[in-house]
């Protein structure tokens, strides 16, 4: 499948991934410091605290948004030039350093970035010891907990890591893409599904849809299910590889489109369109 211009990049969510994976191997290096499973959680449950281990995080997610803020910038220049708009927003670009929207947004989203990593090992901790629970219920004896846990803890976390980096990045993206075009008044963007077998049901049904920046939807409620996550923007909720495309010009989009608004989706023409935008 042909990568969009506005879709966050998977070498960036890979470099993300192995970065906190370098930080994680200080869990495998614990976990063989001792046979006491109880006693590896509490170690992790310390590591959670570390100042070392949390400045390891803070540099880790500065170094993610500052790399997509840096892609996210070129995008929007490159979508600038293709629709005549390049002078606009090669002025914006110039004004970001002293932007104090943009800067809260990338500050914002380094620590909500930091804070994930920071969860994990307190997250692999309670994991660890609801599985001890679990062994000890079952009649398990220490010396047997102690060698299964072993066995498991040093890949306890690789789950945890591939979610927090495919939904950081895919966030922080859409996070970034939503400060510009709203300093240049772009208040549409078009939702845009991975285009592949795993697209969520609800997320299917967004595909090509008009949405405004101060509107999120609800795709779980517009699918009819009873669960849902609230309302979000595209690529901001575990897991999702959907993504915004700002609408740069409305010569770009074709009408008659599915417009969200009022809480619903609705098939309208330029000319209704206009008149609520």
């Known amino acids: 499948m042909k990568m969009n211009k506005w879709q966050a990049l998977k070498r960036i969510e890979k470099r993300y ?29 310390a590591l959670s605290t570390n100042n070392y281990f949390n400045s390891m995080c803070e540099d880790v997610a500065t170094r993610m948004v500052t790399h997509i803020n840096r892609e996210v910038g070129g995008t929007w220049k490159d979508a600038a030039i293709q629709v005549g708009r390049g002078n606009e927003i090669y002025k914006l670009l110039m004004k970001e350093i002293s932007n104090p929207t943009l800067s809260l947004a990338i ?9 994930q990593i920071k969860s994990l090992p307190l997250t692999v901790a309670n994991d660890l010891t609801d599985e001890i629970r679990k062994l000890t219920f079952q ?13 498991k803890s040093p890949n306890l976390a690789e789950r945890y890591i591939n979610t927090i980096a495919r939904t950081e990045v895919s966030k922080t993206q ?16 078009i939702w ?12 299917g049904i967004m595909e090509g849809v008009l949405v405004n920046w101060k509107d999120p939807p609800n795709p779980e409620l517009l699918e009819g299910v009873n669960h849902t996550y609230g309302n979000y923007h ?12 700002p609408v740069v010009s409305w010569n770009l989009v074709k009408f008659p489109c599915k417009v969200h608004v009022y809480g619903q989706i609705i098939n309208m023409s ?3 369109f206009m008149a609520i935008a």
Not at 28 to 45: C, H, Y
Not at 174 to 184: G, P
Not at 195 to 203: I, L, N, Q, T
Request: proline letters at 1%.
């Open 17 to 45: 991934i192995n970065s906190i994976n370098t930080i994680f191997k200080q869990v495998e290096f614990l976990s063989q410091t001792t046979n006491d499973p109880t006693k590896l959680a509490n170690m992790l449950k």
């Open 107 to 115: 500050s914002e989203k380094i620590q909500e970035n930091a804070r």
């Open 139 to 151: 009649g398990k004896r220490s010396e047997e907990i102690a060698n299964i846990v072993k066995a």
């Open 174 to 189: 859409s996070a970034l893409v939503q400060v510009r075009a709203e300093e240049l008044g772009l208040n549409w963007y």
């Open 192 to 203: 845009r599904d991975s285009g592949d077998s795993r697209v969520r049901k609800s997320h």
């Open 234 to 245: 595209a690529g901001c909720i575990f897991n999702c590889r959907c993504y915004a495309e």
């Open 270 to 272: 330029k000319k209704e």
